[in-house]
Antibody, heavy 122, light 113 residues
Framework: EVQLVESGGGLVQPGGSLKLSCAAS????????IHWVRQASGKGLEWVGR??????????AYAASVKDRFILSRDDSKNTAYLEMNSLKTEDTAVYYC?????????????WGQGTLVTVSS | DIVMTQSPDSLAVSLGERATINCKSS????????????LTWYQQKPGQPPKLLIY???TRESGVPDRFSGSGSGTDFTLTISSLQAEDVAVYFC?????????FGGGTKVEIK
């Protein structure tokens, strides 16, 4: 069974930092790109960024709204991906989903975690 | 960035009737190397993550009921629910994964009339 389990969310003050983890199982993690998607309460979906597989040189890409503040990384030996969030703003408040995209078949984002809530507030 | 314009914002359909949702991209989503359109449809119910319904514009994900179908080409795409069931009440999103940044449509809320 495929599982993506996010952790590390919580309440943080504006300007603070937080690091989310995404533990994966049930599929070949090393062949997958990991995309992060966020959703503010009652709003639509916003793509945050992605880190590709080793075969794709672990290439990263970010949304303009988080570029230079967020950093994506992964540890294939642990089947875990990370989203380091710095200089957080109130508008970063959202549920953050870890998702995967098969970097070999290049279909689409297929599996989603349950999400972790990040609240940026003083 | 590719802009995804989804319509309508909401839709009320009688049980057993057809529901149609549209998504228009600001540029072609056709990947020439494999002749696939990088357009995906998701269903999201309250308190749940999105669920994959259709990828490559028209390929139904395994396990998805065949009342869900995707069509379209170029920049215009459609999700059709041929016979709406009560469990189909949800918000539906389209996604382009042709290029980064990936971008979503604004969502369509489907309700029972």
């Amino acid at each position: 069974e495929v599982q993506l389990v996010e952790s590390g969310g919580g309440l943080v003050q504006p300007g603070g930092s937080l690091k989310l983890s995404c533990a994966a199982s049930g599929f070949t993690f090393s062949d997958s790109a990991i995309h992060w998607v966020r959703q503010a309460s009652g709003k639509g979906l916003e793509w945050v960024g992605r880190i590709r597989s080793k075969a794709k040189s672990y290439a990263t890409a970010y949304a303009a709204s988080v570029k230079d503040r967020f950093i994506l990384s992964r540890d294939d030996s642990k089947n875990t991906a990370y989203l380091e969030m710095n200089s957080l703003k109130t508008e970063d408040t959202a549920v953050y989903y870890c998702t995967r995209l098969d970097d070999v078949m290049l279909t689409s984002i297929d599996y989603w975690g349950q999400g972790t809530l990040v609240t940026v507030s003083s | 960035d590719i802009v995804m314009t989804q319509s309508p914002d909401s839709l009320a359909v009688s049980l057993g009737e057809r529901a149609t949702i549209n998504c228009k991209s600001s540029q072609s989503l056709l990947y020439s190397s494999n002749n696939k359109y990088y357009l995906t449809w998701y269903q999201q119910k309250p308190g749940q993550p999105p669920k994959l319904l259709i990828y490559w514009a028209s390929t139904r994900e395994s396990g998805v009921p065949d009342r869900f179908s995707g069509s379209g080409s170029g920049t215009d795409f459609t999700l059709t629910i041929s016979s709406l069931q009560a469990e189909d009440v949800a918000v539906y999103f389209c996604l382009q994964s042709y290029s980064t940044p990936l971008t979503f449509g604004g969502g369509t809320k489907v309700e029972i009339k």
